[in-house]
């Protein structure tokens, strides 16, 4: 037990000091320098999504591997000015969430796993708007998730601070507070999904991703042996970014909030300024993700690596398999799913008399 903690804490360690600007880094598959590459992990699977593709690989009951490629829709290369800083981190925070809800959707459908039959109200909906059953059905699974994101982390420690006004006149006093319950409250839920059998195998593929990334971006060849030596955490993690917005969301609430004892006014001045929270930090993010080595952004990255700590897992051999087969497929790179985990490829041909078996 000893050994396995002194060997987690050097592999933190070794994030902390020695990850190296991206763009910098050479691959030693193909030459170049590395593309940035981000991911999701998914029932049974990853997402992986590369400078042109997006790509899901999901391991199915029979071993067998699904994979589902398609080419990337970036916005601000139609309009330029959704890739400005401050903007481009909006816009990333919005379409995130909505492809996240749809790939969790699809990783379901292709893991075997039973998927939830559109409701009676739901096909109304979608007649009448002419939509697909299953995108009125994925659009009130953002709506709830919105709902009770927006009740957690934003109604309830906004009304706490509401009651502490009473008793506290400190504007900054009182925003901290309220940071420190938000904090909390966001721990504390991932704590309890975590031990949700279902949800830690999505961490141990949380996981794979972050090793298969490693692995690519430090230019090793892309193999379960080499991606399997790195650690779990990752600086440029959705985890990070969301212990970034709490903090940022602290200083921003603090500066130019209402301060209102009205707790609806309260809640309304803070979701009005979570755009102006997730583009900051969007930004934050973007620059501990590449900026040198040194003290300041050690501290930094240092709380959003402990957060992963609890929502990612070591993986097995199988998960890192299935997110190289991800990472590869989004870069492109040819045969990224081998022929004996494809669930389309047919068997070999007999063998001829006085022949070879033909693939």
């Not at 981000?38 to 699977?45: D, F, K, L």
């Not at 051999?317 to 669930?343: N, Q, T, Y």
Request: proline letters at 5%.
């Amino acid at each position: 037990m000893a050994a396995t903690k002194k060997n987690t804490a050097a592999k933190t360690a070794a994030v902390l000091k020695n990850v190296e600007k991206t763009y910098e880094k050479k691959s030693a598959l193909n030459g170049r320098a590395c593309a940035s590459v981000g991911g999701q992990a998914v029932i049974e699977g990853v997402m992986m999504q590369g400078p042109d593709k997006i790509a899901l690989a999901v391991r199915q009951p029979d071993g067998k591997v699904a994979l589902r490629v398609r080419e990337r829709n970036v916005l601000s290369k139609k309009y330029p000015i959704l890739g400005w800083p401050i903007i481009r981190g909006v816009v990333n925070f919005v379409t995130q969430l909505y492809a996240g809800m749809k790939t969790l959707m699809q990783s379901a459908e292709l893991s075997g796993g039973e998927t939830e039959e559109p409701s009676a109200f739901e096909k109304k909906v979608a007649k009448a708007l002419h939509m697909k059953p299953d995108d009125v059905m994925m659009a009130v699974a953002v709506i709830l998730a919105i709902v009770m994101a927006v009740a957690l982390f934003f109604v309830l420690p906004t009304g706490i601070e509401s009651l502490l006004k009473r008793f506290i006149s400190s504007r900054i006093l009182l925003n901290l507070l309220g940071g420190v319950v938000r904090i909390s409250v966001f721990l504390l839920y991932v704590g309890l999904v975590s031990r949700l059998k279902e949800i830690h195998r999505v961490f141990m593929y949380h996981g794979a991703e972050h090793k298969s990334i490693f692995c690519y971006e430090s230019g090793q060849e892309l193999t379960v042996e080499n991606a399997q030596r790195f650690t779990t955490l990752h600086p440029r993690c959705g985890t990070s970014f969301l212990v970034i917005v709490m903090v940022i969301s602290i200083f921003i609430f603090t500066l130019i909030g209402s301060n209102s004892g009205n707790v609806f006014a309260r809640v309304g001045s803070r979701l009005l300024l979570l755009p102006l929270v997730a583009g900051v930090s969007y930004e934050i993010l973007k620059w501990l993700g590449r900026a040198e080595d040194t003290p300041i952004v050690r501290a930094l990255k240092w709380p959003g690596l402990m957060v992963q700590k609890i929502t990612t897992a070591q993986p097995t051999d199988d998960m890192v398999e299935v997110a190289l087969i991800s990472l590869k497929a989004s870069l492109g790179m040819p045969d990224s799913l081998p022929r004996h985990l494809d669930p389309d490829a047919g068997e070999p041909e007999p063998a001829a008399e006085g022949g070879e078996a033909r693939e």
